[in-house]
């Protein structure tokens, strides 16, 4: 008898201990709806380009890990991505179109409430991030500026190349040289980043503000180094060395460059239009982070395109974190404008 009422006092513990976890359903992924049903995969972008390359590279492997179903890829240019983007947040939201987004292009002219914004950022679906490009000033290797503190203790006015005026990295230029406190100029009008790297070779301006992947080449090559780069974290493994923009500036422009730093590292996100439902979102999700670890995947990684990973719910934080900074970015990138 006391055997009996121990197994049952026992029995009644163990129920009232785990069934608060047995009863939390487990994370509902519906893959029987994708079965013969065909996503559409929007880059807003022409065909060739890296935001092309990403759709195409995902392609072979949300069909090998979502059974049956096929991805197409609908090339959308225009606005500087923004057409592609209003696209994808006026299509369905039922799961079946995707997108891979100028992520901190969006976020700006979200910001500033560019009247061509046809979207709202906070109501789209977050699949994940791709990849996240670290933009960097550099300067030729022969240029007397090595450091910040170099270009702070110029007697000049600093000078830099921009392909146009209103580009991330025109805006990108202005927040940092005014968190530096370094006198600046720009020189718009060059027609391609290339161009504008040129002119700095030949040393009619000091410096330019742009991806590292585009500047890779010339600073592989020698012929042009890092002052620094605006990231919120040492992550990237290429530049490892060189100082992030937060490492530089005063406590009185952390916040700001806080924010933009989170607006630049939300840059090749994937969404969806808003109101996926849960079960579909999580396949989308789960699809994306397991092709990106794909072993065949990443050999792609290192031969066509980086990729640098964020889950689902990471990235629709970062978004809120680049998006929170709104408020104090908007009047200087109106400023800039200026």
Do not use: C
């Not at 996240?132 to 600093?158: E, W």
């Not at 989308?284 to 990106?292: G, H, I, P, V």
């Amino acid at each position: 008898m006391r055997t009996l009422l121990f197994k049952t006092r026992w029995l009644a513990f163990l129920v009232a201990v785990l069934w608060p976890f047995a009863a939390e359903p487990a994370e509902e992924k519906d893959y029987a709806f994708y079965k013969g049903k065909v996503i559409e995969f929007i880059v807003p972008y022409t065909v060739g380009g890296g935001f092309d390359a990403y759709g195409r590279g995902l392609k072979p492997y949300f069909e090998k890990y979502i059974p049956g179903v096929t991805m197409v890829i609908r090339n959308t240019p225009g606005g500087g991505g923004l057409t592609g983007t209003n696209q994808l947040y006026r299509a369905k939201g039922d799961g079946l179109t995707i997108g891979i987004l100028n992520g901190a292009g969006m976020v700006l002219n979200q910001i500033l409430g560019a009247k061509e914004a046809l979207y709202d950022l906070n109501k789209m679906s977050w699949v994940g991030r791709v990849y996240a490009d670290t933009h960097v000033l550099a300067v030729p290797s022969k240029s007397p500026f090595r450091t910040a503190q170099d270009l702070k203790g110029a007697k000049r006015t600093i000078v830099i190349a921009q392909t146009g005026k209103g580009s991330d990295d025109f805006f990108l230029t202005y927040l940092a040289f005014n968190a530096l406190k370094i006198p600046f100029r720009n020189i718009i009008g060059f027609q391609s980043s290339a161009e504008a790297i040129m002119a700095v070779l030949r040393g009619e301006q000091d410096g330019f503000m742009d991806s590292f992947s585009t500047l890779e080449k010339v600073i592989k090559e020698g012929e042009m180094r890092l002052v620094f780069q605006v990231a919120l974290a040492r992550d990237d493994p290429r530049i490892k060395e060189v100082p992030t923009l937060l490492e530089l500036v005063g406590e009185d422009a952390r916040e700001m460059i806080t924010g933009i730093s989170s607006v630049f590292a939300f840059e090749r996100p994937i969404a969806a239009p808003p109101g996926v439902p849960a079960a579909r979102l999580n396949v989308l999700r789960e699809t994306l982070w397991t092709s990106l670890h794909d072993p065949g995947m990443v050999e792609w990684s290192k031969k066509v395109r980086p990729i640098l990973p964020l889950s689902g719910e990471e990235t629709e934080k970062l978004l809120k974190q680049a998006l929170a900074a709104g408020g104090r970015l908007k009047p200087l990138l109106q400023e800039s404008l200026k």
